[in-house]
């Protein structure tokens, strides 16, 4: 049996359309936190796969987890660079406006829960969907608080690691070297900014609080607190070279 999840299912469009038809004024204080979820919530289709992930017992038990819970940790953060306010259920659907951040959510659930599971099946869906529909191929470990610019091509090796905080654009590629000394897939830290179009590849080590510029080639390490400019890469020393790029992070 072959279950579709390509853009022409009509599931997969009434799940977008009423994403898009939840106004994007803010609600007012005074609605109880009820009745905001009901506002949300009548756009759905009833028969929504999206929705149904959505109103799963993991994911209510998600949003009330206590703060200990990794994932619950992990989302809080990524939604926060998306959607600064306090952490809510309502706060949650409202990020799933966002393309990149829907994107991320199931990415997030679906490598948490097994595709075994009835939920983790959906959840891998829905990855798969938004991962066809928006031209994401994200694997490998990503940390807590991961940003995308925009929606376009993006591909980040499976073996690859992303520290906290993380900002990526359209056509970043960070991927494997094949042969040579350098030969596997790079490590990168904490607020690391890649712009778009660079290319980061090999067994390399980015250190944490780095801006690589738009179109930039990153086959070497790279310190703690640099600027890389260019094809071949040149390496600038800053103090601070992230700042007013990487912004919006839940603090620690």
């Not at 949300?40 to 959505?54: D, M, N, Q, V, Y």
């Not at 778009?196 to 607190?225: C, E, M, Q, R, W």
Request: hydrophobic share 35%.
């Amino acid at each position: 049996m072959c279950i579709g999840y390509g853009r022409s299912s009509k599931r997969f469009q009434n799940w977008d359309r009423s994403l898009a038809r939840v106004p994007k004024r803010e609600f007012r204080f005074q609605l109880s936190e009820q009745t905001r979820f009901n506002r949300f919530f009548k756009g759905f289709t009833r028969e929504s796969p999206a929705l149904l992930a959505i109103e799963s017992s993991e994911v209510v038990r998600l949003t009330h987890a206590t703060n200990q819970n990794s994932m619950n940790e992990t989302i809080r953060a990524d939604l926060f660079r998306y959607y600064q306010h306090d952490y809510s259920i309502v706060r949650l659907l409202l990020g799933l406006r966002s393309r990149a951040f829907r994107y991320l959510f199931f990415k997030r659930l679906s490598n948490r829960y097994s595709v075994r599971t009835p939920h983790g099946f959906v959840y891998k869906i829905m990855e798969r969907h938004y991962s066809h529909k928006f031209g994401f191929q994200i694997e490998g470990q990503i940390g807590k608080g991961f940003y995308i610019g925009h929606f376009g091509t993006i591909v980040v090796n499976k073996e690859a690691r992303l520290g906290n905080n993380c900002n990526i654009a359209p056509g970043v590629t960070i991927g494997e070297t094949s042969r040579g000394e350098n030969a596997g897939v790079p490590t990168i830290g904490d607020y690391v900014w890649i712009g778009t179009n660079a290319v980061v590849v090999g067994k390399i080590t980015i250190g944490s609080n780095v801006l690589i510029a738009p179109g930039a080639y990153v086959n070497f390490d790279v310190p703690t607190h640099s600027i890389v400019l260019g094809n071949p890469g040149k390496i600038i020393s800053r103090e601070n070279p992230t700042e007013g790029y990487i912004r919006f992070c839940l603090p620690d």
